[in-house]
């Protein structure tokens, strides 16, 4: 009677390569070797795109061959060669291999030959072949850390396929380390040399550069995905230009969005980070990238030439994000409170402007339980004189309550940021997302120590050790956040903005700030003051003399400081802020 056997395979990169361990080549092997075993050939399993080495990284078809083999009546185990079955270190193989041993499971490798569970010299041999696979892997992986880390201390470039629009080339450097000089070969990165018909990448990443820029602070009456410097309308703006991408084709979105968010373009140093699968393991899908730092200053790392000029992509990074999540400083309309994310209508939903009204956006037929049937309109200048005579109201009682105290103080933050120089800002964005993602691994971290996935001796110390090295890098943070500082805190021009030659003191009314100001200034003050505008829908229709209600309809909630605002201040800037208020 045949014995029965399973394959496995892996490979580390998902695509094929000419390697004699290449996905297909094993395959290969693996059926022809289960015959000269005696073995039928159920079923070859098969990691691609895993690794073998890292201990933290989940092979699902290895882990459905080892409940397969528990379930059911197998003989033999065959794999090309004991690397693919393991690289891990023989603590973490030995267990697996004692119980596959237990079910009187044969282990074969085409290229090493067949280790039984019945014989102990066999078992002595196995874990050899593991430890040296481990062995091979662990210096290979410490050669290249060492290197990647050299480089990176020298300010080098790490390698990988170059950004596009830039190249790299060598250079040699001496720097102290240990107090001895040492010179060293790296690898910087410069833009590729310049065409005379502008065709190079380095000329067609500027020139998308200059496009958001040429139009970014003008004022926008259409959809707000038409905006002309939002990365849709570009990419449309250079196919029909003919200016072709990588490799000859058209230009996508998700392409020119990754190539513009590239740090390495402003001559930073930066890793390509990838989304997760559901566990956990890395996919080959670009989320987006982190900067390098200094270990000791925070600083960010240089890694050779600029093609986009620091200020200028740290800006540009501004406006990327600000389309993302729906928001911007640009005045998409004519309309002072629409597009801004501030005007809501009860039912939760954003309000649009049409000539005469705000509405909800809801669609035409759309019932939703709960919420209001049909639609919900508005007098648009009503609501617009409502919400200014609140911001005014605010600005001339300043000194009266606590209240309005922290909504000029929130106002003066914001002003802060706008007039605040975008390398600062954009610098302590990237640091507050890092932050972010720090304080999440080191959650993650304890939330596996209460799992049991930390236990034991070896458990606690390994545990220690990826906790050390978080706080360390968060400290790194903390401090380099605390160096960028806050943006300088202006005096609110009160009287300014107050100001009014209307013989009754309107503020409002005419000679006023807000009566000679345009609709870019005008949202420049409702989004400095105001968190949200909440419109409920009329008790019934207004008949032949209708009034607009407004204060009866309209909740005005002014601006309010928020956690996520004010991740990058410190102790330091909370009391500079209430002096400059209390001047204000």
């Not at 049409?354 to 809801?362: A, D, M, T």
Request: one cysteine or more; proline letters at 5%.
């Amino acid at each position: 009677m045949l014995r029965l056997a399973v394959g496995y395979a892996r490979q580390s990169k998902k695509k094929a390569d000419k390697s004699e361990a290449s996905p297909q080549t094993q395959d290969e092997a693996i059926r022809r070797k289960a015959p000269e075993r005696g073995c039928r050939l159920l079923k070859i399993y098969r990691d691609i795109g895993v690794s073998g080495y890292d201990p933290t990284v989940k092979r699902k078809d290895f882990e459905q061959l080892l409940n397969y083999c528990r379930q059911n009546e197998v003989h033999e185990i065959i794999v090309y060669n004991i690397t693919r079955f393991s690289r891990r270190e023989p603590k973490d193989a030995i267990p697996v291999v004692l119980e596959l041993f237990s079910l009187g499971i044969t282990i074969t490798s085409v290229c090493e030959g067949s280790f039984s569970p019945d014989n102990t010299m066999e078992l002595i041999m196995l874990i050899m072949r593991i430890d040296a696979a481990h062995q091979d892997s662990k210096n290979k992986s410490e050669a290249i850390s060492d290197a990647k880390r050299l480089a990176k201390q020298f300010g080098g470039w790490t390698g990988g396929v170059p950004p596009y629009g830039m190249e790299s080339y060598a250079q040699s450097v001496t720097r102290v380390l240990d107090g001895e000089p040492v010179t060293v070969t790296i690898r910087l990165l410069r833009p590729v040399p310049r065409n005379e018909d502008g065709t190079d990448q380095a000329s067609i990443a500027l020139r998308m550069v200059d496009r958001i820029f040429e139009f970014k602070d003008k004022p926008w009456s259409g959809k707000k995905n038409g905006h002309p410097a939002s990365v849709s309308a570009v990419v449309a703006w250079m196919n029909s230009a003919g200016w072709v991408g990588q490799n000859g084709a058209a230009w996508r979105t998700p392409t020119a969005k990754r190539i513009l968010s590239d740090p390495r373009l402003a001559g930073f140093a930066a890793e390509t980070v990838y989304h997760k699968d559901s566990d956990g393991n890395p996919t080959r899908t670009l989320s987006g990238y982190k900067m390098l730092r200094d270990e000791e200053t925070g600083e960010p790392i240089t890694i050779g030439e600029a093609l986009i000029p620091p200020a200028r992509w740290f800006e540009l990074q501004k406006w990327l994000r600000g389309r993302e999540w729906g928001r911007s400083d640009t005045p998409w309309s004519e309309k002072v409170l629409t597009a801004m994310g501030v005007l809501k209508c009860e039912c939760s939903r954003p309000m649009t402007g049409s000539p005469r009204l705000y509405k909800c956006s809801r669609p035409p037929g759309v019932v939703e339980e709960g919420k209001h049937a049909g639609g919900n309109t508005i007098n648009l200048a009503d609501v617009d004189d409502y919400v200014a005579r609140r911001i005014m109201a605010v600005l001339m009682t300043a000194e009266r309550d606590e209240e309005t105290l922290d909504t000029l103080a929130e106002a003066t933050r914001r002003l802060a940021k706008l007039r605040e120089n975008p390398a600062a800002r954009g610098e302590r964005a990237s640091l507050v997302g890092e932050r972010r993602e720090i304080t999440n691994d080191i959650n993650r971290l304890y939330d596996d120590l209460k799992a049991g996935i930390y236990e034991g001796k070896i458990g606690r110390a390994r545990f220690l050790q990826e906790k050390e090295t978080l706080e360390k890098r968060q400290a790194v943070i903390e401090r380099r956040i605390a160096e960028v500082g806050g943006p300088e805190l202006p005096a609110l021009p009160i009287a300014e903005w107050t100001y009014t030659e209307d013989p009754n003191g309107d503020p409002l009314g005419e000679g006023s700030w807000w009566q000679k100001a345009d609709t870019a200034d005008r949202r420049m003050l409702v989004s400095l003051f105001v968190d949200e505008v909440r419109v409920r829908k009329a008790a019934g229709r207004g008949g032949r003399n209708r009034v607009c209600r407004v204060e009866e309809r309209v909740s005005v909630f002014m601006a309010k400081p928020k956690h996520e605002e004010h991740e990058a201040q410190e102790s330091e800037g909370q009391v500079a802020l209430s002096e400059s208020v209390s001047a204000a």
